[in-house]
C-alpha cells in the first residue's frame, strides 16, 4: 500500500514534469527546425533576388551591343564577390567577370542557361569544380542584337553558409539556455504542483495503515473538494472502527459471557475462542487465533467429533462422553457462510456432566424411591392378609399382632412419604426472607428427641457457652432448619447405643456453626463421600431394623445448600460421627 501510494505521487510529478518538458521540447523542436529550415531558405531566397537584380542589371549593359559586353561585366564585377557571365544561345560563353570566355566550356547544359534560353529564369546551386565551392546561379533571359542570349550571376555560398551556421550555433545556444532554463522552471513548478497531491497521498496512506487522528492539509481551491473529501472520510471511518470496535468489544463480552465454550474454526485453524472454552479443558490463557485445531489442547474425543463435522454441509449435535474423567460433553458444529464450500465452522461446546448426573439422579432416584415404597406397602398387605386369615380362624393374638405389624409398617412407610415431600419442597428455591432463632430451634428439636433418647439410656449434652449473652440468627427457613436438626439427631440417637449426644454452637460475625457428634459406631471410610447420596444405607440390615430411610442426610444436605451453607462430616469406624452445619449468621 506504502509503496502503491508513494509510486502514485512520484508518477503524478513526474507526469506533471514530463508535460512541461514535452512543450519545451516542442518549442525547441520548432525552434531548431526554423534554424535549418525556414532560415536557410530565407537566406536563400534573398541571395537568389540580389542575383536576379545583378543579372537584370547585367542584361540591361548587354542590350547596348556586343563589342562593349565583356568590359560591361568586367567593371560591374569589378571588387564584388559575384561573377556574371553571357552565354549565347548555342552555350557559347560571349562575355564573364571573371575567366577570359575563350577558355571557358560551352555552357549550354548549364540547367540555369537552358532555362534562360528557354525565356524563365533560371536558379541552381552546385558545387564549382574550378573554384571548389558551393555557387549559387541565377540566369535570366536576355538579348544581343535580337539573338537570344543568358545573362547570368552567380556568387559562392561559403560566407554565407558560414554565416548561417553561426547563426545557427547562436541560436542553438540559445535554445540549449532556454531549455535548461525551462527544464528548471518545469521542475520547480512541477515539485509545487505535485507538493499538495503528495501532501494529500500521505495523509491518505496515514488513513490506510489505521492512524486517522492525522490532520488532512489544507490546499488551494483546486484540490479543495478532495481535501474535503479526505477529511470527511477519515471521520466517517473513525465513526465506523469505533462502531466495529464497540461491536468487537460486545461481542467479545457476550462470548465471554456465555457458559458454553464458543470455537471458530477456519480452514482447520483457530479464529475464535472464548474464555469458558479455555476454562472448561483447562486450556493456558494464550491466543489461540491462527493455531491448528489440534495444537488447542482439545480431549481426543471433542477433537474427533468436531473433526468428523467440519465438512459436512449441515449442522450436526454430537453428544460426547463421559471420557475417562466422567465428563460429558454436547456439540454443535455449524457452517458458516451462504457459499457450499465454506470452510468455516462455529462449534459450540456445552458441559453437560451435570445435567447427565442429576438425570442419573433422578433414574436411581426413582428407582429407589419404586423400591422403598413398594417394599412396606408389600409388607402391609401381606401382613393385611395374614391378619386377615387369622381373625376367620379366630387366633384374635395373632391377628392383634399382625395389625401391630401393620401398624409399624405403615409409620414407617408414612416417614418416608414425609422426607420424600420434604425433598421435593427442599429443590425449590428459598424465600430468602425468614429469620429463625437457632437457640429456639435446638431447644425445639430437644424436646422432640430426649424421650427417644433416654429410652436408649443416652444423655443430651448442649453446649452454648461460645454465644452467651448473643442472640444468634440465620436466614434459613424454620421448617428447613427443623429438617436439619431432627435427622441429625435420629441419626445420632439410632446408631448408638451407649454414651452420649453433643451439640456445639458457635457463632462468628459471618456464620452460625451446628456440632452434633455422638459416640456411635461411626462409618467407614470408604463410605463418607457417598452417605449424603439419596437412599444410600452404609449398613442396610441396621437401617432396616432403626427404621430409617435412606434420605435423612440427602435433606440435610439440601436444606443447607437451600440457605447457601456448607455441611461436613468426621467419622471413625466404631469411634462415632460428628456432622458440622455451617450457615450465614444474619447480624
Same mark, same amino acid.
Given at each position: 500500500?506504502?509503496?502503491?501510494?508513494?509510486?502514485?505521487?512520484?508518477?503524478?510529478?513526474?507526469?506533471?514534469?514530463?508535460?512541461?518538458?514535452? /512543450?519545451?521540447? /516542442?518549442?525547441? =523542436?520548432?525552434?531548431?527546425?526554423?534554424?535549418? !529550415?525556414?532560415?536557410?531558405?530565407?537566406?536563400?531566397? @534573398?541571395?537568389?533576388?540580389?542575383?536576379?537584380?545583378? +543579372?537584370?542589371?547585367?542584361?540591361?549593359?548587354?542590350?547596348?551591343?556586343?563589342?562593349e559586353v565583356q568590359s560591361h561585366v568586367e567593371r560591374m564585377a569589378e571588387g564584388a564577390e559575384y561573377r556574371i557571365t553571357v552565354i549565347a544561345a548555342d552555350?557559347?560563353?560571349?562575355?564573364?567577370?571573371?575567366?577570359?570566355?575563350?577558355?571557358? *566550356?560551352?555552357?549550354? %547544359?548549364?540547367?540555369?542557361?537552358?532555362?534562360?534560353?528557354?525565356?524563365?529564369?533560371?536558379?541552381?546551386?552546385?558545387?564549382?569544380?574550378?573554384?571548389?565551392?558551393?555557387?549559387?546561379?541565377?540566369?535570366?533571359?536576355?538579348?544581343?542584337?535580337?539573338?537570344?542570349?543568358?545573362?547570368? &550571376?552567380?556568387?559562392?555560398?561559403?560566407?554565407?553558409?558560414?554565416?548561417?551556421?553561426?547563426?545557427?550555433?547562436?541560436?542553438?545556444?540559445?535554445?540549449?539556455?532556454?531549455?535548461?532554463?525551462?527544464?528548471?522552471?518545469?521542475?520547480?513548478?512541477?515539485?509545487?504542483?505535485?507538493?499538495?497531491?503528495?501532501?494529500?497521498?500521505?495523509?491518505?496512506?496515514?488513513?490506510?495503515?489505521?492512524?486517522?487522528?492525522?490532520?488532512?492539509?489544507?490546499?488551494?481551491?483546486?484540490? &479543495?473538494?478532495?481535501?474535503?473529501?479526505?477529511?470527511?472520510?477519515?471521520?466517517?471511518?473513525?465513526?465506523?472502527?469505533?462502531?466495529?470496535?464497540?461491536?468487537?468489544?460486545?461481542?467479545?463480552?457476550?462470548?465471554?459471557?456465555?457458559?458454553?465454550?464458543?470455537?471458530?474454526?477456519?480452514?482447520?485453524?483457530?479464529?475464535?475462542?472464548?474464555?469458558?472454552?479455555?476454562?472448561?479443558?483447562?486450556?493456558?490463557?494464550?491466543?489461540?487465533?491462527?493455531?491448528?485445531?489440534?495444537?488447542?489442547?482439545?480431549?481426543? =474425543?471433542?477433537?474427533?467429533?468436531?473433526?468428523? #463435522?467440519?465438512?459436512?454441509?449441515?449442522?450436526?449435535?454430537?453428544?460426547?462422553?463421559?471420557?475417562?474423567?466422567?465428563?460429558?460433553?454436547?456439540?454443535? /458444529?455449524?457452517?458458516?457462510?451462504?457459499?457450499?464450500?465454506?470452510?468455516?465452522?462455529?462449534?459450540?461446546?456445552?458441559?453437560?456432566?451435570?445435567?447427565?448426573?442429576?438425570?442419573?439422579?433422578?433414574?436411581?432416584?426413582?428407582? #429407589?424411591?419404586?423400591?422403598?415404597? $413398594?417394599?412396606?406397602?408389600?409388607?402391609?398387605?401381606?401382613?393385611? =392378609?395374614?391378619?386377615?386369615?387369622?381373625?376367620? *380362624?379366630?387366633?384374635?393374638?395373632?391377628?392383634?399382632?399382625?395389625?401391630?405389624?401393620?401398624?409399624?409398617?405403615?409409620?414407617?412407610?408414612? @416417614?418416608?412419604?414425609? %422426607?420424600?415431600?420434604?425433598?421435593?419442597?427442599?429443590?425449590? &428455591?428459598?424465600?430468602?426472607?425468614?429469620?429463625?432463632?437457632?437457640?429456639?430451634?435446638?431447644?425445639?428439636?430437644?424436646?422432640?428427641?430426649?424421650?427417644? +433418647?433416654?429410652? $436408649?439410656?443416652?444423655?443430651?449434652?448442649? %453446649?452454648?457457652?461460645? /454465644?452467651?449473652?448473643?442472640?444468634?440468627?440465620?436466614?434459613?427457613?424454620?421448617?428447613?432448619?427443623?429438617?436439619?436438626?431432627?435427622?441429625?439427631?435420629?441419626?445420632?440417637?439410632?446408631?448408638?447405643?451407649?454414651?452420649?449426644?453433643?451439640?456445639?454452637?458457635?457463632?462468628?460475625?459471618?456464620?452460625?456453626?451446628? +456440632?452434633?457428634?455422638?459416640?456411635?459406631?461411626?462409618?467407614?471410610?470408604?463410605?463418607?463421600?457417598?452417605?449424603?447420596?439419596?437412599?444410600?444405607?452404609? %449398613?442396610?440390615?441396621?437401617?432396616?431394623? =432403626?427404621?430409617?430411610? !435412606?434420605?435423612?442426610?440427602?435433606?440435610?444436605?439440601?436444606?443447607?445448600?437451600?440457605?447457601?451453607?456448607?455441611?461436613?462430616?468426621?467419622?471413625?469406624?466404631?469411634?462415632?460421627?460428628?456432622?458440622?452445619?455451617?450457615?450465614?449468621?444474619?447480624?
Amino acid at each position: 500500500m506504502t509503496r502503491g501510494i508513494r509510486g502514485l505521487t512520484i508518477g503524478y510529478r513526474a507526469r506533471v514534469l514530463a508535460a512541461f518538458l514535452l /512543450v519545451g521540447v /516542442v518549442f525547441a =523542436s520548432a525552434w531548431a527546425w526554423s534554424l535549418y !529550415g525556414p532560415l536557410a531558405d530565407e537566406v536563400l531566397s @534573398r541571395q537568389e533576388e540580389y542575383l536576379t537584380g545583378i +543579372a537584370r542589371s547585367a542584361a540591361v549593359a548587354a542590350a547596348l551591343g556586343p563589342d562593349e559586353v565583356q568590359s560591361h561585366v568586367e567593371r560591374m564585377a569589378e571588387g564584388a564577390e559575384y561573377r556574371i557571365t553571357v552565354i549565347a544561345a548555342d552555350g557559347t560563353v560571349l562575355a564573364d567577370s571573371d575567366e577570359d570566355p575563350a577558355t571557358l *566550356d560551352n555552357h549550354g %547544359d548549364r540547367p540555369e542557361v537552358r532555362a534562360a534560353l528557354d525565356g524563365r529564369t533560371g536558379t541552381d546551386i552546385r558545387h564549382s569544380e574550378t573554384q571548389d565551392v558551393d555557387r549559387m546561379y541565377v540566369a535570366i533571359p536576355s538579348e544581343i542584337d535580337q539573338e537570344p542570349v543568358a545573362v547570368r &550571376a552567380s556568387t559562392s555560398l561559403e560566407r554565407l553558409q558560414l554565416l548561417t551556421d553561426r547563426a545557427r550555433q547562436a541560436g542553438l545556444g540559445l535554445l540549449a539556455l532556454a531549455l535548461f532554463l525551462s527544464a528548471f522552471a518545469a521542475w520547480r513548478l512541477s515539485r509545487s504542483v505535485a507538493r499538495p497531491v503528495e501532501e494529500l497521498a500521505d495523509a491518505a496512506h496515514a488513513m490506510a495503515e489505521g492512524d486517522l487522528s492525522s490532520p488532512v492539509p489544507a490546499t488551494d481551491r483546486s484540490l &479543495a473538494p478532495l481535501s474535503d473529501a479526505l477529511a470527511r472520510l477519515a471521520g466517517q471511518m473513525r465513526e465506523r472502527i469505533g462502531a466495529l470496535d464497540a461491536e468487537r468489544q460486545t461481542l467479545r463480552l457476550v462470548l465471554d459471557g456465555l457458559s458454553d465454550g464458543v470455537l471458530l474454526v477456519e480452514d482447520g485453524r483457530v479464529a475464535l475462542v472464548n474464555r469458558a472454552l479455555l476454562g472448561m479443558f483447562r486450556l493456558p490463557p494464550v491466543d489461540a487465533r491462527g493455531r491448528a485445531l489440534g495444537d488447542l489442547g482439545l480431549p481426543a =474425543s471433542v477433537l474427533g467429533a468436531i473433526e468428523q #463435522n467440519l465438512t459436512h454441509p449441515e449442522s450436526a449435535v454430537v453428544e460426547v462422553g463421559p471420557d475417562p474423567y466422567r465428563r460429558s460433553h454436547r456439540l454443535l /458444529v455449524l457452517p458458516l457462510g451462504s457459499t457450499p464450500p465454506s470452510t468455516r465452522r462455529l462449534v459450540v461446546i456445552a458441559d453437560t456432566t451435570e445435567r447427565a448426573r442429576v438425570e442419573q439422579m433422578r433414574r436411581d432416584f426413582v428407582a #429407589n424411591a419404586s423400591h422403598e415404597l $413398594k417394599t412396606p406397602t408389600a409388607g402391609i398387605l401381606l401382613l393385611a =392378609s395374614s391378619a386377615n386369615q387369622a381373625a376367620r *380362624d379366630g387366633d384374635v393374638t395373632q391377628a392383634l399382632a399382625f395389625v401391630s405389624q401393620i401398624e409399624a409398617e405403615a409409620q414407617h412407610l408414612s @416417614r418416608l412419604v414425609a %422426607d420424600l415431600l420434604d425433598l421435593s419442597r427442599l429443590e425449590a &428455591a428459598p424465600s430468602g426472607e425468614e429469620v429463625t432463632d437457632v437457640r429456639r430451634a435446638i431447644e425445639l428439636a430437644l424436646g422432640g428427641h430426649r424421650r427417644a +433418647a433416654g429410652a $436408649k439410656g443416652l444423655e443430651i449434652d448442649v %453446649d452454648l457457652s461460645a /454465644v452467651a449473652g448473643e442472640d444468634v440468627a440465620v436466614r434459613v427457613e424454620a421448617t428447613d432448619l427443623t429438617v436439619i436438626l431432627d435427622n441429625l439427631l435420629s441419626n445420632a440417637i439410632a446408631y448408638t447405643e451407649r454414651g452420649r449426644i453433643a451439640i456445639r454452637l458457635v457463632a462468628s460475625p459471618t456464620d452460625v456453626e451446628i +456440632a452434633i457428634a455422638d459416640t456411635g459406631v461411626g462409618i467407614p471410610t470408604g463410605d463418607l463421600e457417598r452417605v449424603f447420596e439419596r437412599f444410600y444405607r452404609v %449398613d442396610r440390615a441396621r437401617s432396616r431394623t =432403626s427404621g430409617g430411610t !435412606g434420605l435423612g442426610l440427602s435433606l440435610v444436605r439440601n436444606a443447607v445448600e437451600r440457605a447457601d451453607g456448607t455441611v461436613t462430616i468426621n467419622s471413625e469406624s466404631g469411634r462415632g460421627t460428628t456432622v458440622t452445619v455451617t450457615v450465614p449468621r444474619v447480624v
